[in-house]
């Protein structure tokens, strides 16, 4: 093992880059994330990736670089200062961030617990929650991501020390004091001395950071579900070289051990968690072309769809609805709902942008009960073209009944101002929603008594044949995610839906009364 004071007087002494270099770096980052902002508002997305607070730290390092740009370039404190240049964090992060895909945001803190802090100037002890901070979440929120651009000597040094010797105070390496705050290693802003960045305290000083943020990340993901499973932690550094030194391989060990992945440099990206040996949420090819990269970094809302869809009864009349398919004047004797629908569909058109593209090429069933509430709904208050299409959606009465679905498909083309694509499979087979508690989690007797009979059969049904449910009805979705998640055992998996972002109601529904 090699000296770790003789590590440090090497690192003092590798040159620091000019804060003309580390300013056009810099630039260039931001106008790439200036562009990623900008595909985002073209393709309606701004609102799925929060980038802002990600975005301000890369300006904030930008001005602290200008200013230095002005500075003696042979002062130590400029030399100190460009060498703890928060830029090469930043831009590991963006980095990391261009390879993902499904990305969803930046630098964020998730909490797991609280703990009695030191007293203040003898003051009550006060209570803080433990956290830990992700750089990137991305892959839909399944993949918590952690840059880190230690090096192997710092990383060897750090162990070397740990449980024995604190770091020097006067240290040019990461958890030096500066004015009063610590310089964080990773690049996030800096912080005053003393505070505990991940909730940590006292215990598990003997070990290295890096070990201690991969014990803390997995403590905070294990408060967090997302589809019923707890996120996969992802450590990237990009300085580390496996199977070169055997101390370090054995702190890359340790983190493994606590369940995440790591991925050194010039390596192939660790398997997906949830695939089988392939990787889709993490990739080392960065395309030249920045909107194919940008494309992929989008959240793919149709990932998780199963071959076969079960169709619940909100989507059911959505698909029917005039409002589905025709401009119509939001008329004040109409519900202030229908109205707000109608203003919805004029910016989102929502069986062209949403609903076709999630069941094209799918198999359609719903179950009896969804079918019968869909009739008794459009027999009460459905227009004649509602009917119509009802009639054509289940391949029943008069319009419907026996003919294919090339002909199906033409007769509900001719009530929409939409095309129908060629491989919506019509008609929608409705079955009998029998389902068996045996093949369920034991989880499933406690969501069957928060359900409706109708709510039962269109989710179980889904639930036991292993069909993905597509519903508008998130407060039900929200529900069965709650019981499984509370009250089930760990690794219980509930029913997979896919919420519908808005409704559709019939036009006749809740008309106002004069």
């Not at 609280?114 to 003051?123: C, E, H, K, L, M």
Request: proline share 5%; hydrophobic share 35%; with cysteine.
């Amino acid at each position: 093992m090699t000296d770790p004071a003789a590590d440090d007087e090497v690192e003092t002494q590798i040159p620091a880059i000019s804060a003309d270099t580390l300013l056009t770096k810099c630039h260039e980052l931001l106008d790439e994330l200036e562009q990623f902002q900008a595909f985002l508002v073209q393709e309606k997305k701004e609102h799925t990736v929060q980038l802002r607070q990600f975005r301000n730290s890369v300006i904030s390092e930008l001005k602290s670089l200008e200013k230095l740009a002005q500075a003696d370039p042979t002062a130590e404190r400029t030399i100190h200062t460009l060498r703890s240049s928060n830029l090469p964090f930043y831009s590991a992060v963006w980095t990391a961030a261009k390879s993902c895909r499904g990305l969803v945001l930046f630098n964020k803190r998730f909490y797991w617990d609280t703990f009695v802090g030191r007293p203040v100037n003898g003051g009550p002890k006060p209570r803080r929650k433990r956290s830990a901070l992700v750089d990137i979440v991305a892959k839909d929120g399944e993949v918590w991501i952690k840059v880190s651009t230690i090096t192997e000597s710092r990383l060897l040094f750090e162990k070397a020390k740990a449980g024995w010797e604190e770091l020097d105070s006067d240290s040019d390496t990461e958890g030096e004091e500066k004015d009063g705050r610590r310089i964080v290693a990773e690049g996030a802003d800096p912080v005053p001395i003393g505070d505990d960045d991940y909730g940590s305290e006292d215990e598990d000083d003997d070990r290295v950071e890096l070990l201690k943020i991969a014990e803390d990340l997995n403590r905070a993901a294990k408060k967090v579900y997302i589809r019923y499973r707890h996120p996969q932690i992802l450590f990237i550094l990009p300085k580390i070289t496996e199977g070169h030194n055997s101390a370090v391989d054995a702190i890359l060990t340790e983190i493994r051990s606590t369940g995440a992945r790591v991925q050194c440099t010039s390596e192939t990206p660790p398997p997906d968690p949830s695939s089988n040996g392939t990787s889709d949420d993490h990739n080392t090819e960065t395309p030249t072309d920045l909107n194919t990269t940008f494309s992929r970094l989008l959240i793919d809302p149709l990932v998780h769809l199963t071959p076969t869809l079960s169709i619940d009864c909100t989507i059911l009349l959505a698909l029917v609805s005039d409002l589905s398919h025709s401009t119509l004047e939001p008329l004040p004797t109409l519900h202030r709902a229908i109205r707000r629908q109608i203003d919805l569909e004029a910016n989102e058109k929502l069986l062209p942008s949403s609903l076709y593209p999630a069941m094209v090429g799918r198999d359609l069933v719903c179950t009896s009960l969804a079918a019968k509430r869909m009739r008794e709904i459009v027999e009460q208050i459905g227009t004649p073209s509602e009917r119509l299409r009802t009639e054509l959606l289940l391949g029943e009465g008069e319009a419907g009944s026996g003919k294919a679905p090339t002909k199906l498909r033409a007769a509900f083309a001719e009530t929409s101002e939409y095309a129908v694509p060629g491989d919506w499979r019509l008609p929608i087979r409705v079955e009998d929603g029998a389902y068996d508690l045996s093949a369920l989690p034991a989880v499933a007797v406690r969501v069957e008594e928060e359900l409706t009979d109708i709510n039962r059969s269109v989710f179980f049904y889904g639930w036991t044949r292993g069909y993905t449910t597509v519903s508008s009805n998130r407060t039900v979705a929200k529900l069965i995610e709650g019981v499984v998640e509370n009250e089930g055992e760990e690794g219980d998996v509930g029913p997979m839906v896919w919420l519908c972002a808005t409704a559709r109601s019939l036009v006749g529904k809740e008309k106002r009364r004069h």
